[in-house]
């Protein structure tokens, strides 16, 4: 009794934990997550690409600022996209699914036939020139259309979520079956595939990925997973011994098998370059505009091998602080994911996030040697037009169904901003739908009675009192009867 009173009251809990756990709590936490990890990610995206750019930019045009004003004026566009994005509701986002898918299918189709045919027309030693159709032309896996220049794969990343989201969503639980999924949606995916693996295989296995995060929100059965996985096997080999394209393809493969084996100064130059900008930069790097290997010497440093060029000037704390951006971020997609209620917004949201992690860990897996080398950027921080843009605007996307989830909503529309906040950023996301027989009463009111119940109750009210009435007559017919059984045992013995 004594230890029990010397106690020290227990209270609620304190400390760094607690406290992220109450920021956690918040209803637009979900929000200010993905707005702060995007943000971040954005401008280390930028002081990188100043970084890896402005030695070879001074060179060629005796400005140094000549890379990154054009990497800024693309995120410009990218932060349009992105509050154009963070606007619409989900039915235009279904609503342009369609459309989508079939333009970016055109364009790659276009690129593939273009590349391909210029190819032929040139002899086996000779360059390669694009054919011209009027202001359109093909090069590698650029759809030029007059002065701008596209890379369809991006685009057909943000289309393969809307389309592939909103058939799953309308087909609903049917898709445990197997027809569902084979009318229309493998037929589609997998002819998309192919069209952006021919050019571009970084893209396809992250598109393949993207698509095996859509499925697993859905709920489609393992077992169908196992069969996916072994004819996408079967297509990466058929696409790595590709006409024309197996020979790099095949270099990189080696290499990442077998580096003790490569030639550092042929097939396995970038590779080893790559590893040693790594390595010089130690825990806390050599500071940033200080990297060496950025003079020339590391192919592609400001866009496939920029996570490199920040290990190298950034160090190991420099790493640490990008792979935790994309951590929160990871966890914000998939927490969005799990909190909002309409199907569509849960399988866009899944599928953006899985898209980002897949693209992040190909890139980084590339640099250090746990993957091989595949070409794709670093999300919002590679030097690249296409695929900022398209980043953001599937941002944006997650921002606007992160306002979407249930207690986002009630708590703008109990506070709702001022209308010109609402004007210039976005308009009040809709109001969730009661749940069923989980209507809450408002404070200071009592619960008003049922009436239907309550006329159960008046017509139920008079059988009870006629039961109850009934009772004394009946137990006083059974101690009669009871009386009467031993006379009529009597008069049976007589």
């Not at 949606?185 to 995060?213: A, K, Q, R, T």
């Not at 004819?231 to 394209?245: E, F, N, W």
């Not at 990189?252 to 098998?257: G, K, N």
Request: positive net charge.
């Amino acid at each position: 009794m004594a230890d029990t009173l010397s106690r020290p009251p227990t209270g609620p809990a304190s400390g760094p934990v607690a406290a992220l756990h109450g920021l956690l709590k918040r209803p637009l936490a979900s929000y200010y997550l993905l707005l702060a990890s995007v943000g971040l990610l954005l401008l280390v995206g930028l002081v990188m690409v100043f970084s890896a750019t402005s030695l070879s930019a001074f060179a060629a045009s005796g400005n140094a600022f000549t890379t990154v004003l054009r990497q800024g004026m693309w995120a410009l566009i990218g932060l349009v996209a992105f509050w154009f994005c963070q606007r619409l509701p989900a039915r235009t986002f279904r609503g342009i699914a369609g459309p989508s898918m079939a333009l970016a299918m055109g364009m790659m189709a276009l690129v593939d036939v273009l590349g391909f045919a210029a190819s032929l027309r040139a002899g086996p030693d000779e360059e390669v020139v694009p054919i011209q159709l009027g202001p359109v032309y093909a090069s590698e896996l650029w759809l030029h259309l007059g002065p701008v220049q596209v890379q369809p794969a991006e685009l057909a990343k943000i289309a393969l979520v809307l389309w592939g989201a909103d058939l799953l969503a309308r087909k609903g639980p049917t898709i445990a079956h197997w027809r569902e999924l084979v009318n229309p949606l493998f037929p589609v995916v997998g002819v998309l595939l192919l069209l952006v693996g021919y050019n571009d295989l970084g893209s396809m296995l992250c598109l393949l990925v993207l698509f095996v995060g859509l499925l697993w929100a859905a709920g489609v059965r393992l077992r169908i997973f196992a069969v996916m996985g072994a004819v996408a096997l079967a297509g990466i080999g058929a696409l790595i011994l590709a006409p024309q394209r197996a020979s790099y393809r095949l270099e990189r493969l080696t290499v990442f098998a077998d580096p003790g084996n490569a030639d550092p100064s042929n097939e396995g130059y970038q590779y080893f370059q790559g590893l040693y900008a790594v390595a010089n930069g130690g825990w806390f790097g050599v500071g940033l505009g200080e990297g060496h290997l950025k003079w020339g010497r590391l192919p592609n440093g400001h866009n496939d091998f920029i996570f490199a060029i920040l290990a190298e000037e950034l160090g190991v704390v420099g790493c640490v602080v990008v792979l935790g951006l994309f951590a929160v971020l990871a966890y914000t997609g998939y927490r969005i994911a799990r909190r909002v209620a309409d199907p569509f917004r849960r399988l866009v949201a899944a599928a953006i996030t899985t898209w980002f992690v897949a693209q992040a860990v190909i890139n980084i897996g590339g640099v250090v040697g746990l993957v091989p080398i595949t070409g794709l950027p670093l999300p919002f921080i590679s030097d690249g037009g296409s695929a900022l843009v398209v980043a953001l605007a599937a941002a944006g996307i997650l921002t606007s169904f992160a306002r979407a989830e249930p207690d986002a909503a009630r708590a703008l529309h109990a506070r709702p901003p001022r209308k010109w906040v609402r004007v210039l950023w976005a308009p009040l996301p809709p109001l969730p739908r009661p749940e069923p027989h989980r209507a809450e009463q408002p404070r200071g009111e009592r619960a008003r009675p049922d009436p239907s119940r309550s006329d159960s109750a008046r017509s139920e009210s008079p059988r009870s009192e006629s039961s109850r009435s009934e009772s004394p007559r009946s137990e006083s017919s059974r101690s009669e009867s009871s009386r009467s059984e031993p006379k009529s045992t009597e008069g049976r013995r007589r």
